[in-house]
């Protein structure tokens, strides 16, 4: 190694002369934001546990295309010809009863998730109770 004449070292090879600089870090502290507490409430909402119950039954998927077809099939296609007979309902009932049961078949065939198959599952049992409570009572 030489001195340059102004304090600084010169290597003749640039690889010998590597000075290692440590950097002081500075600790911060969790913003309060991310720190978790024991003061927290659970957020279990109804939703979440839909999704959690919709996820578990994935590996059930067809069984749930053949429930809801099933369903489908025996129980809601009649709805429309009782409440149209008997209770002199629109024909509306039978346009959203068609509707309901092809969005299930092509939900259950077209490759949607659990979620998407429950939900329209769901929603079909849903409408066709309300329909029957509206034209019923």
């Known amino acids: 190694m030489q001195d340059g004449g102004h304090g600084v070292t010169v290597a003749a090879e640039p690889s010998l002369c590597i000075k290692k600089t440590i950097m002081a870090t500075l600790k911060l502290n969790a913003p309060q934001w991310a720190a978790e507490t024991a003061a927290q409430k659970n957020n279990t909402t109804l939703w979440s546990k839909w999704l959690v119950i919709a996820d578990s039954q994935a590996p059930n998927k067809t069984m749930w295309f053949l429930v ?22 629109p024909i509306v009932v039978l346009a959203v ?8 078949i092509i939900a259950g065939m077209g490759g949607s998730g659990i979620r998407t198959v429950l939900a329209f599952f769901a929603i079909s049992v ?12």
């Open 126 to 137: 849903l409408l066709h109770l309300v329909m029957l409570a509206v034209f019923i009572l």
């Open 68 to 89: 809801s077809l099933i369903a489908q099939g025996v129980l809601f296609l009649l709805i429309p010809a009782a409440l149209m007979y008997y209770y002199n309902a």
């Open 97 to 104: 009863t068609m509707v309901l049961f092809f969005a299930n």
